[in-house]
């Protein structure tokens, strides 16, 4: 059962999604210009003073983010238990953050589409931030792993959040049937099996 925390997190990441892509809709409708505080709160129904408790800038506000904060996949990783594999630690965590990394997911099409009319703004990108959260996730699997095989822990990093990615993505596209729990299960199934033909 979701906790008081999780709901309030919940909460929070749709309505910071929900702003975020207000941003991207008015840039793809009436150019990067058009884009202010103040149109992105009228056009999420939100004020301007709300709208900063989400965001530094409206700039901000278009960058691509991390499915995942680095913080909130650390934590999540050492809360399981030392012993669990880690790829059923991964899988479980995956399965927990679904709800709230699937319409991030479902907007990327939108972030693509805004990024191939402005490749300017792809330096504002949060690729800094999406390495620093691989590279803490990778410390906390090659701890966990216990074998110094840094290698092998960034392959099930790798590994794990590419199984997440796509079973939401077939989730999304309603090209695979299952729910996406089902679908999240039967790519870490396919991920631990090594994926042999």
């Known amino acids: 059962m979701e906790s008081p925390k999780e709901r309030r997190e919940r909460r929070r990441a749709a309505k910071r999604h929900a702003i975020r892509m207000a941003a991207v809709r008015i840039a793809l409708d009436q150019g990067l210009e058009a884009v202010t505080v103040e149109a992105i709160s009228a056009a999420a129904d939100i004020s301007p003073r709300t709208f900063f408790n989400y965001f530094a800038s409206k700039d901000d506000a278009l960058v691509m ?46 972030f693509q589409e805004l990024l191939r009319r402005h490749p300017e703004l792809a330096s504002r990108t949060a690729v800094n931030n999406q390495q620093k959260v691989m590279e803490r996730v990778v410390d906390v699997i090659e701890r966990r792993l216990g074998d110094g095989d840094r290698l092998r822990a960034r392959l099930i990093m790798i590994g794990a959040f590419g199984a997440t990615f796509s079973a939401v993505h077939e989730f999304l596209a309603g090209t695979t049937e299952g729910s996406v729990d089902e679908l999240l299960d039967r790519a870490f199934d396919l991920l631990e099996g090594g994926l042999s033909a």
């Open 65 to 110: 983010e991390s499915p995942v904060s680095p913080d909130e996949m650390i934590e999540a990783l050492e809360n399981r238990p030392p012993d669990e594999p880690i790829l059923r630690s991964l899988r479980i965590i995956a399965k927990e953050r679904a709800e709230i990394v699937m319409p991030i997911f479902a907007g990327m099409q939108q």
